[in-house]
């Protein structure tokens, strides 16, 4: 008879010969979708234009000395996880599907989720700290230069981007503990966390739960606390007696209910339909691709051509600009 320990060190060789961590995952993308390439050129022109607008809202804020304040610290934080999240995503799905390296390995597969989901995240909370600027700004105009501070923005943002590292690489590192020893291939068009866990073929009860927690915490309580915010903003204008005031404080606001939207409408509706009814996976693909790509190409648009100080500073900029051509023209005369 075999004793008790002996059986478990038996049961625990078998736990462990059947622990299979695969070596590649094979991206799926499109199913039979004629002249799909087309989409994937779009996509290669949205990266550039994504590049370009970013860059170039992010220069303005860096050149124009009149934009070294705590809210377009904000609005620079933003413009960098943009071009982060473009960057960490649209090269390497251009990469997969239109050059066809599908196979992609195990741990870069982790890699580009985390990267992915990490930046998406930076967007929402960031949203969430602009609103809480335009809160203070509106609600409590007397202290606003007193609350919103370059050091305590700075604080905020650090917090962030520490928090969501955290919570990420907590959340993500769950995965390493399934068994892959069914199909490796992963119907998404980049290393999406559902798709991947659900592929396991032991207890995956945890990593759908962390699947909920990371909806509440990067959706769901960003975009509730920036509702909660413009309510109190709406009291606070009701309040104000002046039509002209209450149109020039509204004004301030509208870049940035502008990007609240095209951020949380999609990525909310995306989310929420994909658990309530039955998509399907092309439909789902293309939802969820310009869901994550399309805000960040938008948001340096909106922000240049919606907000007065940017375009003053622009102005401000093209003609020191021109003014320096000139005067070394002169010189070289």
């Known amino acids: 008879m075999l004793s ?41 022109f949205v990266y550039v234009v994504t590049v370009l607008g970013n860059a170039f809202l992010m220069s303005v804020i860096y ?10 610290m904000i609005v620079f ?24 390296n599908r196979y992609i390995i195990y741990e870069a597969c982790l890699s580009y989720m985390f990267f992915v989901f990490f930046f998406t995240s930076m967007q929402s909370w960031t949203l969430l700290t602009m609103a809480y600027d335009r809160f203070v700004a509106i609600c409590f105009p007397l202290r606003y230069h007193a609350i919103v501070t370059k ?44 798709p991947i866990f659900k592929l396991a073929c032991n207890d995956t009860s945890l990593n759908n739960i962390m699947a909920y927690v990371f909806f509440v915490i990067v959706l769901c309580i960003p975009s ?20 002209e005031e209450r149109i ?37 693909i293309v939802n969820s691709s310009l869901t994550h790509i399309v805000p960040a190409m938008l948001n340096p648009i909106i922000y240049s051509l919606k907000t007065e100080e940017v375009l003053i500073s622009i102005k ?15 010189v070289l005369m």
């Not at 038996?10 to 390439?37: C, D, W």
């Not at 050149?63 to 377009?72: G, M, R």
């Not at 940035?256 to 095209?262: C, D, E």
């Not at 401000?316 to 002169?330: G, H, P, S």
Request: charged share 15%; glycine share 2%; net charge positive.
């Open 4 to 44: 008790a320990g002996s059986t478990n060190h038996q049961t625990a060789i078998m736990l462990n010969a059947t622990f299979v961590r695969p070596e590649k995952f094979y991206l799926s993308g499109f199913s039979n979708i004629p002249h799909v390439k087309y989409y994937y050129v779009f996509l290669c």
């Open 77 to 100: 934080n933003l413009a960098l996880t943009d071009l982060c999240e473009s960057t960490a995503l649209i090269p390497k799905l251009l990469d997969t599907f239109l050059l066809d």
């Open 151 to 194: 050091p305590a923005v700075a604080a905020i943002l650090m917090f962030i981007w520490c928090f969501l590292v955290s919570l990420l690489a907590f959340g993500i590192s769950f995965i390493d503990r399934l068994s892959f020893c069914r199909s490796l291939v992963v119907n998404s068009f980049f290393c999406d966390h559902a």
């Open 316 to 330: 401000k900029l093209y003609k020191r600009k021109r003014l320096t051509d000139a005067a070394v023209n002169k």
């Open 63 to 72: 050149l124009a000395k009149t934009l070294h304040t705590a809210k377009y």
């Open 248 to 284: 020039k404080a509204l004004k301030t606001c509208t870049s940035h209910l502008i990007l609240v939207a095209i951020f949380f409408l999609p990525i909310l509706s995306t989310n929420i339909a994909a658990v309530a009814t039955y998509i399907h996976p092309n439909a789902r």
């Open 224 to 243: 509730i606390l920036i509702v909660i915010s413009y309510i109190c903003i709406a009291i606070a204008l009701i309040k104000i007696a002046s039509g």
